[in-house]
């Protein structure tokens, strides 16, 4: 079945970095999409960025712009978020979730980027605090 597990995140200081891994498994072949998430405390969940198996093409929220750098390693089965300049604000939970589907459907279109994931990690806690 697939499996995400999210590792990598801890604590770091405003202004860090911190890189963070979704290692999946239970699919190989075909196309798919990994979006990262995050959700603080008392807020919904937002998505913050995706990337296509098709091509590696990605999307970012705007709160992720510029700062944030999805990619992934095909060979490892594996998706990061490489995130610099940390603020206070992205204290939160992080997931990464899935999409399995046909060429399009997995792409990370502006319109559904951060919609339709089917499978879903555990979580992982990023804390930003002096």
């Known amino acids: 079945q697939v499996q995400l597990v999210e590792s990598g995140g801890g604590l770091v200081q405003p202004g860090g970095s911190l890189r963070l891994s979704c290692a999946a498994s239970?699919?190989?072949?075909?196309?798919?999409?990994i979006g990262w998430f995050r959700q603080a405390p008392g807020k919904e969940r937002e998505g913050v960025s995706c990337i296509s198996s098709r091509d590696d093409t990605t999307y970012y929220a705007d709160s992720a712009k510029g700062r944030f750098t999805i990619s992934r390693d095909g060979a490892k089965n594996t998706v990061y978020l490489e995130m610099n300049s940390l603020k206070l604000e992205d204290t939160a939970v992080y997931y990464c979730?899935?999409?399995?589907?046909?060429?399009?459907?997995?792409?990370?279109?502006?319109?559904?980027?951060?919609?339709?994931?089917?499978?879903w990690g555990q979580g992982i806690q990023v804390t930003v605090s002096s």
């Open positions: 239970g699919f190989t072949l075909g196309y798919y999409r």
């Open positions: 979730a899935a999409r399995l589907g046909d060429e399009t459907s997995t792409v990370c279109s502006r319109y559904y980027w951060d919609r339709y994931y089917m499978y």
